[in-house]
T-cell receptor, first 113, second 112 residues
């Protein structure tokens, strides 16, 4: 059974650019959540999607957005990148939204220069 | 406002010893308390989780102790091994959501 796949694994972008990160959940999982991990702030929740609907959003500026497709794959987009957006972005998939086990991908390491 | 306070920030134990990591939370609506283990370069992996209807859960060398009245829960790693060296995160969430609120993490080092 394939795990959660995040692409790309590494990304270097310039301030002001935008970036799109992709997440393919485990087959059959319908819930996808995104997290930002930094040394200073730790793991912070970005969004939660279930059946193409955003169910929860974390305390991040509007530059951060996401979506989920009918096949449960998800993307997140960050526009007008800032240096502080440099982080590991993690995607987690779950079977449903009832506190079932969340499986994390290896993340996308974004560096903004 | 930090919803989950995790301590200690770092922990060094000898092989065979017991590692104990603690978390405290504020919101009594939280009803799912998982612990995650993260190795460098990897995403967090669920280690063990507990719900508030039980006070303790054991899986192999890993045990969660849960104190509902004190709003605290802890992870005990028995017979700690060098392979357990990783960063451990406690988390909380509440019903109907997969939104996890994480503690700041504990870097565990187990010396051989």
């Amino acid at each position: 059974k394939a795990g959660v796949t995040q692409t790309p694994r590494y990304l270097i972008k310039t301030r002001g650019q935008q970036v799109t990160l992709s997440c393919s959940p485990i087959s059959g999982h319908r819930s996808v959540s995104w997290y930002q991990q930094t040394p200073g702030q730790g793991l912070q929740f970005l969004f939660e999607y279930f059946s193409e609907t955003q169910r929860n959003k974390g305390n991040f500026p509007g530059r951060f957005s996401g979506r989920q497709f009918s096949n449960s794959r998800s993307e997140m987009n960050v526009s007008t990148l800032e240096l502080g957006d440099s982080a590991l972005y993690l995607c987690a998939s779950s079977l449903t939204t009832l506190n079932t086990e969340a499986f994390f991908g290896q993340g996308t390491r974004l560096t903004v220069v | 406002q930090q919803q989950v306070k995790q301590s200690p920030q770092s922990l060094i134990v000898q092989k065979g010893g017991i590692s104990i990591i603690n978390c405290a939370y504020e919101n009594t609506a939280f009803d799912y308390f998982p612990w995650y283990q993260q190795f460098p370069g990897k995403g967090p992996a669920l280690l063990i989780a507990i719900r508030p209807d039980v006070s303790e859960k054991k899986e192999g060398r890993f045990t969660i102790s849960f104190n509902k009245s004190a709003k605290q829960f802890s992870l005990h790693i028995m017979d700690s091994q060098p392979g357990d060296s990783a960063t451990y995160f406690c988390a909380v969430t509440q019903g109907g959501s997969e939104k996890l609120v994480f503690g700041k993490g504990t870097k565990l080092t187990v010396n051989p």
